[in-house]
């Protein structure tokens, strides 16, 4: 199994995991007031309206484009991938209409982002902060397949959701923001006011722990 294998899984496929639902969590009145301001975009991009795609670009510009850019690490780059987003949502909207919106989007950039930067990097590979993230992945999962690898993957990603979502709400954000997001320790140490060496110590033994809960459901043994 390659670290582009596990860089999937940890896309749509972790099921149950409401990725960007953290920031409606809050409470209170201006999380209310995101969520209705996400649903009147929605529905004007479900109308077909183009000032629908204005006030996504408004609103989630700087967030679209901060994913991106960790993952490319080119602005020009970025800056294509985030403008591909506002496509790829308006042909997606309708049919879908996203629970989640913010988590809707990272999923779209992130794998615009991926594609570009796999593109990209498939001669030269190693040593930037991406490479480091899907090595440290990779340390939970071995290298073998059987000749049902879509079945499998599907094993897997489920029982990595399991896994998460039996972890602290703290951990399990640690997690994606590694993981998904492609955030690095410092920032995320910076983001939740902890210790970079918090951040590590926590990372290392969720991956030690998911290596034991992978074995013991016999998943990729």
């Not at 995991?17 to 953290?22: N, V």
């Not at 649903?39 to 077909?48: N, S, V």
């Not at 779209?108 to 190693?126: D, E, F, K, P, Q």
Request: aromatic share 10%; net charge neutral.
């Amino acid at each position: 199994m390659t670290g582009y294998d596990l860089w999937y899984i940890t896309e749509h496929k972790i099921r149950g995991l409401r990725l960007g639902e953290t920031l409606y969590r809050k409470g209170g009145c201006a999380d209310m007031e995101k969520r209705m301001e996400d649903e009147k975009i929605i529905q004007l991009i479900w109308d077909r309206e183009e000032q629908g795609l204005r006030e996504l670009s408004d609103k989630y510009n700087n967030y679209c484009h901060s994913i991106s850019y960790r993952i490319v690490h080119d602005e020009e780059d970025a800056m294509e991938c985030v403008n591909d987003t506002w496509f790829r949502t308006w042909n997606a909207i309708p049919p879908k209409r996203p629970a989640v919106l913010p988590g809707f989007l990272a999923k779209i950039v992130r794998n615009l982002s991926l594609n570009r930067y796999r593109h990209m990097h498939t001669a030269r590979r190693g040593g930037n902060s991406v490479d480091i993230a899907l090595e440290e992945l990779q340390e939970c999962v071995s290298d073998g397949r059987t000749v049902e690898e879509q079945i499998e993957l599907r094993e897997l990603s489920t029982s990595i959701a399991r896994f998460l979502n039996r972890q602290s709400e703290r951990n399990r954000a640690i997690f994606l923001q590694r993981y998904f997001y492609m955030m690095q320790t410092k920032e995320i140490a910076e983001k939740l006011g902890i210790r970079e060496g918090t951040v590590r110590s926590i990372l290392s033994r969720m991956r030690k722990d998911l290596r034991g809960w992978l074995e013991k459901e016999a998943v990729y043994l």
